[in-house]
């Protein structure tokens, strides 16, 4: 039961660890320490439920429809893109960004924000519904609930880490240019991660 729990937690935490729209969403929250600890919680509850349900089956319902995956993808990718814009937006508003002025932001706009970087992202069902589901179907079954366990420890383990870890180190890099940096990478991870989704769609539709 151990290398199920080690194995589920090894596999949960590559491909949660990998740099995506959510972690940088994360990160920022973090170092801004604008509710990090909600924002961590949410992310992982969320991974909680759906690796859940991809271990108890729903990832391969979702293989069965084709259309359900084009739809997250596409709507993934326009929520990406505003976010981006957003961030790129914050870039010139002001010369100068201090801590206090992005602290202004509620917990409902931060709650609101977190879920929907998380539910709107493609990325998040593919690996938590459909890889981690499709692998922890694999499993005995009195085994896959320890494999799942060992999923969602990962996830609340990285989300925790990264969002107070920034949180900590906020004190330490709190000059404008910082807020600067953090919402240009920002911008260009989600615009990168709406390219990676759209991408083959667009490629597939002008060689069909």
């Not at 084009?70 to 002001?94: D, M, N, P, S, V």
């Not at 005995?140 to 949180?167: K, Y």
């Amino acid at each position: 039961m151990l290398l199920t729990f080690a194995t589920g937690f090894g596999l949960g935490g590559g491909l949660i660890i990998a740099i995506g729209a959510q972690n940088a969403f994360v990160l920022g929250q973090g170092l801004r320490r604008n509710h990090p600890v909600m924002v961590a919680f949410v992310c992982a509850l969320c991974d909680t439920i759906l690796i859940a349900a991809g271990v108890a089956g729903l990832g391969t319902l979702v293989a069965t429809y084709p259309i359900l995956t084009k739809i997250a993808t596409w709507g993934g990718a326009a929520f990406l893109i505003w976010y981006g814009f957003a961030a790129l937006r914050r870039l010139f508003e002001t010369e100068t960004l201090s801590e206090s002025d992005v602290r202004q932001a509620g917990w409902k706009a931060v709650l609101s924000t977190a879920l929907a970087v998380t539910l709107l992202n493609p990325h998040v069902y593919l690996d938590t519904v459909v890889m981690l589901g499709g692998i922890g179907g694999q499993f005995p079954a009195d085994e896959r609930l320890t494999f799942a366990l060992g999923a969602m420890s990962a996830s609340f383990v990285w989300f925790f880490a990264i969002a107070l870890g920034a949180a900590w180190l906020a004190p330490y890099v709190a000059r404008p240019i910082t807020w600067k940096i953090i919402d240009g990478v920002t911008c260009a991870v989600m615009w990168l991660v709406a390219y990676t989704l759209i991408a083959p769609e667009i490629t597939s539709l002008i060689y069909s």
